[in-house]
């Protein structure tokens, strides 16, 4: 059974950080490109940051910079540092595992989401 968890929200100061994690269970981690995304209040999800199989990374604009994406292979997980958080990155963030086959076929697997509040 494959299992995404996700951790390390909570309520932060603006300018604060958090580091969320991102543990995975039932795959084979090291194949899968790791993507967070989020979903604040009446908003559409949207991708903020990926890593991909090789370590390469990919952010959003609006994160570049204070955002960090990670994984550890040996322990099939995916981090993310946030850093100079704002107001508006409050959201739910999820972790997602996307393995490609090729010819269009994909495997994807969601986490079940954190919270994340930034608020003074």
């Known amino acids: 059974q494959v299992q995404l968890m996700e951790s390390g929200g909570g309520l932060v100061q603006p300018g604060g950080s958090l580091r969320l994690s991102c543990a995975s269970s039932?795959?084979?981690?090291?194949?899968?490109?790791m993507n967070w995304f989020r979903q604040g209040p009446k908003k559409q999800r949207e991708l903020v940051a990926s890593?991909?199989?090789?370590?390469?990374?990919d952010y959003v604009d609006f994160v570049e910079g204070r955002f960090t994406v990670s994984r550890d292979n040996a322990k099939n997980t995916v981090y993310l540092q946030m850093n100079s958080l704002k107001p508006e990155d409050t959201a739910v963030y999820y972790c997602?595992?996307?393995?490609?086959?090729?010819?269009?076929?994909?495997?994807?697997?969601w986490g079940q989401g954190t919270q994340v509040t930034v608020s003074s």
């Open positions: 890593i991909n199989k090789d370590d390469s990374t």
């Open positions: 039932g795959i084979a981690f090291n194949h899968f490109q």
């Open positions: 997602q595992a996307v393995r490609d086959y090729g010819r269009n076929v994909y495997e994807r697997h």
